[in-house]
C-alpha cells in the first residue's frame, strides 16, 4: 500500500488542491491530506473546520484520509509510514521555497520522496488567500472551492455567493 501526505494550510481547500489530491490518487493507493497547525494564528478557518471541510470535500473517498499535524512534517510523515510528500506547483514563484523546502526533509528523510505535480489549467491560479480576499469581497468563488467551503465562506462573508 502506498501512501503520500499532502500537507498544507488549506485555509480553505480550493478547488486546486482538490485537483492535486486527485491526481495523486492516480499514482498512490492512500492520500492524506494533513492541516498543518504551525502557522495557525493567521488562519481564517479553526483547524477543526478545515479539517471538517477537507473530510466532507472527499467524504465518498476511503482513500482519502485526513489529518493535522504539528511540529515537523517528515516526523509527521515517518509516523504514518509514508513513502512520500505532495506538494502542488503553480508558477515560478512557488518554487523557490518548495525547493528549498523538498532539500531540507530530504535531509531531515530520505527515505520520503516530494513529488511536485501540477494542476489543471483552470485551477493553477488559485490560492486560498486570493479566494479569501474576493469572497471578502463580494465576488463569485463558487468556481473556485468545493460546495462545503462556498458555504463556509457564505456564512463568513455573508456577502460571497
Ligand atoms: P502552505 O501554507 O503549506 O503553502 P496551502 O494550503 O496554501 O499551504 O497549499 C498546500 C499545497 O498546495 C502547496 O504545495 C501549494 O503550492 C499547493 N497548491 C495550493 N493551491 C494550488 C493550486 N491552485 N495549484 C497547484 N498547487 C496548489
Known amino acids: 500500500m502506498k501512501m503520500a501526505v499532502y500537507p498544507g494550510s488549506f485555509d480553505p481547500l480550493t478547488n486546486g488542491h482538490v485537483d492535486i489530491v486527485e491526481r495523486a490518487l492516480n499514482l498512490f493507493d492512500t492520500v492524506v491530506v494533513s492541516v498543518g497547525l504551525n502557522r495557525d494564528k493567521n488562519s481564517l478557518f479553526t483547524a477543526e473546520e478545515r479539517i471538517d471541510m477537507i473530510r466532507q470535500a472527499f467524504a465518498g473517498n476511503p482513500r482519502v484520509k485526513v489529518d493535522c499535524f504539528r511540529g515537523l512534517l517528515m ?59 474576493v469572497a471578502a469581497l463580494g465576488a463569485e468563488v463558487k468556481d473556485m472551492v468545493p460546495a462545503v467551503v462556498l458555504a463556509a465562506l457564505n456564512r463568513k462573508y455573508g456577502g460571497a455567493k
Not at 78 to 85: C, E, K
Not at 121 to 126: K, M, Q, R, T, W
Request: charged share 20%.
Open 75 to 133: 516526523q509527521h510523515v515517518q509516523g504514518l509510514g509514508a513513502s512520500a510528500v505532495i506538494r502542488g506547483l503553480r508558477a515560478v514563484s512557488d518554487f523557490e521555497y518548495e525547493f528549498q523546502m523538498a532539500n531540507m526533509n530530504r535531509k531531515l528523510c530520505p527515505e520520503a520522496e516530494t513529488i511536485f505535480l501540477m494542476t489543471g489549467a483552470d485551477n493553477f491560479y488559485l490560492s486560498s488567500s486570493l479566494v479569501k480576499e
